[in-house]
């Protein structure tokens, strides 16, 4: 089984910022690709930023892009969302998400973490 745990989050001010991290654990053959996805009550889950494990490449949503940095420990199976410049609107659920083929699979799953809240205050 592959599982996903997020740590950080919390409360913080407008302006300033947060780290998560996630790691995944398992039974993993390999790692596709690892990001973060937000949601708030009533909308529905939205991509925040993912990297490809091999090459590094990053996709991010256009309201975080020049606030946010995602990074990625490729031996280690972490994953890491550096938060700056935190505005109300960021408020959300931060979910880690992740493309990874477990052993004795020939596809990749699509797998979530258990989520933790960030809150900004204005």
């Known amino acids: 089984q592959v599982r996903l745990v997020e740590s950080g989050g919390g409360l913080v001010q407008a302006g300033g910022s947060l780290q998560l991290s996630c790691i995944a654990s398992?039974?993993?053959?390999?790692?596709?690709?690892m990001g973060w996805y937000r949601q708030t009550p009533g909308k529905q889950r939205e991509l925040v930023a993912f990297i490809t494990a091999s090459s590094g490449d990053t996709t991010y949503a256009d309201s975080v892009k020049g606030r946010f940095t995602i990074t990625r420990n490729k031996a280690a199976n972490t994953v890491g969302l550096q938060m700056s410049r935190l505005e109300p609107e960021d408020t959300a659920v931060y979910y880690c998400?992740?493309?990874?083929?477990?052993?004795?699979?020939?596809?990749?799953?699509?797998?979530w973490g258990q989520g933790t809240q960030v809150t900004v205050s204005s």
């Open positions: 998400n992740a493309l990874i083929v477990p052993f004795f699979a020939d596809t990749p799953g699509d797998y």
């Open positions: 398992g039974r993993i053959l390999s790692v596709v690709r």
